[in-house]
């Protein structure tokens, strides 16, 4: 989400952490399943199995969970799933992106249209948003692994393209395709990331004001909410004083 960390700690503020937690766990058990059935289901061979379990393991997500994951690939009873993606406008002309998991395309796309036009948005044609964002590698450190120009220089090294550093933490981008060798180089340096991830960052950002923030809150929980819905983005920022209000 656009503005880092800030929606996740809107949802924590508002008492969402436990069942968006729940619902987390189930989309990276998809991920994880759909990574290792496409490829190899050992992680050292698999990057993408490999940032996967990662991202899992940086969300708490227990071993168990992530084993059973696993072996629901190679077991042969995993379900067939479709990545697709969809993208729409939110109110206030906010360009959204949302990526899905599905094994009913049909079901999903409906869905998906539904909560757009149910919360003032429309779902629009597959490239009518995505011009406006970049396709980067994400990996984010909290504030406390150094300072700006420590993690500047990480980063740096490892093969990064550009760091945004706050209060909050840092956040560490790449070219997509070198995500897995950017990630294992700032891990020598700096330690285990918080989350290492794709990601769509946009280009440009409009800022909310309460009601905009409040509208858009409402359609991303919904398109969270989702089951087929593995990741939803968009080309805003909420204001902190804003974030306070919600």
Known sequence: ????????????????QDAVRSKQF????????????MGDPDP???????????????????????????KKATGGDAEDYEEIRYEGYG????AIIVEAMTDNRNRTASNVRSIF????????????VSFMFDRK????????????????????????????????????YCADTDLNEVST????????????????????????????????SKLIEALEDDDDVQNVTGNFDIPEDVAEQL
């Open 117 to 128: 036009s149910k919360h003032g948005g429309n779902l629009g044609e597959t490239g009518s």
């Open 91 to 94: 109110p206030n002309g906010i």
């Open 185 to 216: 180089a700032l891990e020598a340096v700096l330690g285990e990331s918080e989350s290492t991830k794709l990601v769509w960052k946009p280009q440009t950002i409009t800022m909310l004001d309460l009601e905009g923030a409040q509208k858009i």
């Open 44 to 70: 050292d061979k698999n990057p993408r199995l490999r940032l996967a379990v990662k991202e899992a393991r940086a969300n708490s997500m227990p071993k168990d969970n992530i084993e059973r994951a696993i």
């Open 26 to 37: 189930s989309k990276f058990s998809k991920e994880i399943t759909v990574a290792a059935k």
């Open 137 to 172: 590698g994400e990996v984010s450190y909290p504030a406390s692994v150094g300072d700006a120009e420590t993690v500047m220089m990480a980063a740096i090294e490892a093969g990064a393209e550009d760091v945004e550093s706050d209060e909050e933490g840092h956040w560490i």
């Open 1 to 16: 989400m656009a503005g880092h960390s800030k929606w996740a700690n809107i949802q924590h503020r508002k008492g969402r």
